[in-house]
């Protein structure tokens, strides 16, 4: 099976812009998770997205938000782009009722 | 709060002797404990887990780890180290809540 992919790999905004992430699951795997690793906080959950929905939130602003379509594939978007938003931002699948996450290459957000 | 922690930011080792990176966490309930690795401009990579039975646990490459309910822990060990094993090495916990909780990363040096 052809594992998490996630489109661009490498990307670079200005200040203010807005982005828009992809991520395609596991063939069969419903659930898409996002987090966001930075050097000062670590990886942090945003949010996981089942079956089109919205399951689970983390702690991040509403400039974050995100969507699933009936294939599964998800999108993150980060609105009015801060320097803090450098990161790079993984996302994950898992099967039903699995517990165990796969994670994607992860895409390289540079805001300058 | 539930958390997970890794108190060693790094871990150096010499190729053959074992070695372990440590992990403590703080979770209400039956831990879901995992263990992941990323190398260099890569996503995160899953390695093993524990949701029940045996308190050793054996992954992938050679890695196993050790629950220890009295002690809160879930060591990663590995009998004799590689350089390739050098990288960075995340454990996570699944909270009350179902969200995938890190630890801060242990980066592993092994030196030939």
């Known amino acids: 099976k052809a594992g998490v992919t996630q489109t661009p790999r490498y990307l670079i905004k200005t200040r203010g812009q807005q982005v828009t992430l992809s991520c395609s699951p596991i063939?069969?795997?419903?659930?898409v998770s996002w987090y966001q690793q930075t050097p000062g906080q670590g990886l942090q959950f945003l949010f996981e997205?089942?079956?089109?929905?919205?399951?689970n939130k983390g702690n991040f602003p509403g400039r974050f938000s995100g969507r699933q379509f009936s294939n599964s594939r998800s999108e993150m978007n980060v609105s009015t782009l801060e320097l803090g938003d450098s990161a790079l931002y993984l996302c994950?699948?898992?099967?039903?009722?699995?517990?165990?996450?796969?994670f994607g290459p992860g895409t390289r957000l540079t805001v300058l | 709060a539930q958390s997970v922690a890794q108190p060693e930011d790094q871990v150096n080792v010499a190729e053959g002797n074992p070695l372990t990176v440590k992990c403590t966490y703080s979770?209400?309930?039956?831990?879901?404990l995992f263990w992941y690795v990323q190398y260099p401009n890569r996503g995160l990579q899953f390695l093993l887990k524990y949701i029940t039975g045996d308190n050793l646990v054996k992954g992938s490459y050679g890695f196993e780890a050790e629950f220890n309910k009295s002690q809160t822990s879930f060591h990663l060990k590995k009998p004799s180290a590689l350089v390739s094993d050098s990288a960075l090495y995340f454990c996570?916990?699944?909270?009350?809540?179902?969200?995938?909780?890190f630890g801060s990363g242990t980066r592993l040096l092994v030196r030939p």
């Open positions: 996570a916990v699944i909270s009350s809540s179902y969200k995938l909780i």
């Open positions: 997205y089942f079956s089109e929905t919205q399951r």
């Open positions: 994950a699948s898992k099967g039903e009722e699995a517990d165990t996450q796969y």
């Open positions: 063939s069969g795997h419903r659930s």
């Open positions: 979770v209400s309930g039956n831990p879901y």
